[in-house]
Nanobody, 121 residues
């Protein structure tokens, strides 16, 4: 079984910064892609940033230049540094990993429970 635990959400003023963390644990053989998604009230979940096992990152246009995704493979942890936050960044942020629990099994998606980020004055 694979567990993801997110932390770092909270209330921040516009222009402020937050750093999200997501630690994966359990019976993990290998983690490939890791990423962050978000869902604002009344909207569909959207991809914010993803990072491959080799460190290549992709970002949604709305966060380019403001957010940075990184990972620590030794700790099975992915981070999201969020700077210059805007009210429209308010959402529940979910961690996602593509991982396999055995070498002969395919990657499966795993999700965290989410952490709320509120950007408001």
């Amino acid at each position: 079984q694979v567990q993801l635990v997110e932390s770092g959400g909270g209330l921040v003023q516009p222009g402020g910064s937050l750093r999200l963390s997501c630690a994966a644990s359990g019976s993990i053989f290998r983690i490939d892609a890791m990423g962050w998604y978000r869902q604002a009230p009344g909207k569909q979940r959207e991809s914010v940033a993803t990072i491959t096992s080799g460190g290549s990152a992709n970002y949604a246009d709305s966060v380019k230049g403001r957010f940075t995704i990184s990972r620590d493979n030794a700790k099975n942890t992915v981070y999201l540094q969020m700077n210059s936050l805007k009210p429209e960044d308010t959402a529940v942020y979910y961690c996602n990993i593509e991982a396999r629990i055995a070498p002969f099994l395919p990657d499966m998606p795993y999700w965290g429970k989410g952490t709320l980020v509120t950007v408001s004055s």
